[in-house]
């Protein structure tokens, strides 16, 4: 979702490419944005009662009967839920984002057109769906991939219906402008490099606004690993000892950071008004 923030204004789009957006208007379902609201007010209890289940009450595979495949997938699985953070770090740290909306619905003061935002209109998204993504590879299950999936990329499709909606109704045709220079969710990576280095990395709100998810999706992480080796392979292949010596600094890094929040030494958020009517 795009929050309040003084970006670029978008360049005018010819007029296929207006038509072209006119019929990507047309053809999303009007009760699509109805059922991403809904997304959207509860996907902070709905989406852990999705994944967690699929990933602790479905048995794990060894694809192809091979340790080795599994050790390749378990590292792919790694590298794509680590992109997914990275990606999220870029983000955050790149330019300011409200993302919980406001009164739980999809909200903006005003639109952001620069950081990452230039690439991708949806990249936050895109990074929890990588993430999503590097579990199933990591864990195997046919029904992570059957059910788990599915759900969240329509979950995650839903909510941006419902986000366009608003931002659509709110910002009319400068969102459109936007909407037609960059891409819903794969991101353009022409000039990528020259918005990264022409920006100042905010650490600070990086650290403020992202310990507790990257805490929370590197202990989860750590947990399937060796939870999913143990039920392969048995007990003493998990290594368990391996994974709590990684965890530990987790920990005192989470710890400490939350510290730093509490007591304002990384900053402060700006004061969100609250919605009225």
């Not at 944005?33 to 999705?50: I, K, Q």
Request: some cysteine; overall charge positive; proline content about 7%.
């Amino acid at each position: 979702m795009n929050a309040p923030a003084e970006g670029r204004q978008p360049a005018k789009a010819p007029a296929d490419e207006e038509a072209g957006d006119a019929r990507a208007v047309a053809a999303t379902p009007g009760w699509l944005p109805a059922v991403g609201r809904l997304f959207f007010r509860s996907r902070d209890l709905l989406f852990p009662l999705v994944l967690l289940p699929l990933l602790a009450f479905t048995r794990p595979r060894l694809p192809f009967g091979s340790p080795t495949a599994d050790a390749v997938l378990d590292a792919l699985g790694v590298l794509v839920a680590l992109s997914g953070q990275l990606l999220r770090a870029l983000v955050i740290g790149l330019a300011y984002i409200r993302r919980g909306g406001l009164d739980r619905r999809p909200y903006a003061d005003g639109l952001v057109c620069e950081g990452i935002f230039a690439h991708s209109r949806n990249p936050l998204y895109l990074g929890n769906l990588l993430g999503i993504v590097g579990f199933a590879l990591i864990h195997g299950s046919p029904w992570l991939y059957a059910v788990g999936l599915p759900f969240f990329v329509f979950a995650y499709v839903a909510i941006v219906a419902a986000e366009e909606e608003f931002l659509r109704g709110r910002f009319g045709a400068d969102y459109e402008a936007y909407a037609r220079e960059v891409p819903r969710f794969l991101p353009r990576l022409r000039g990528l490099r020259a918005t990264v280095a022409g920006m100042t990395f905010d650490w600070r709100r990086l650290a403020r606004k992202e310990y507790g998810t990257t805490f929370a999706g590197a202990s989860l992480l750590l947990l399937l690993l060796v939870f999913d080796r143990q039920r392969l392979y048995g007990y003493l292949a998990a290594r368990w000892w391996l994974a709590l010596a990684l965890w530990l600094p987790l920990l005192a890094g989470y710890v400490t950071l939350r510290r730093l929040k509490k007591t304002g030494r990384l900053g402060r958020d700006p004061i969100v008004p609250r919605a009225t009517g």
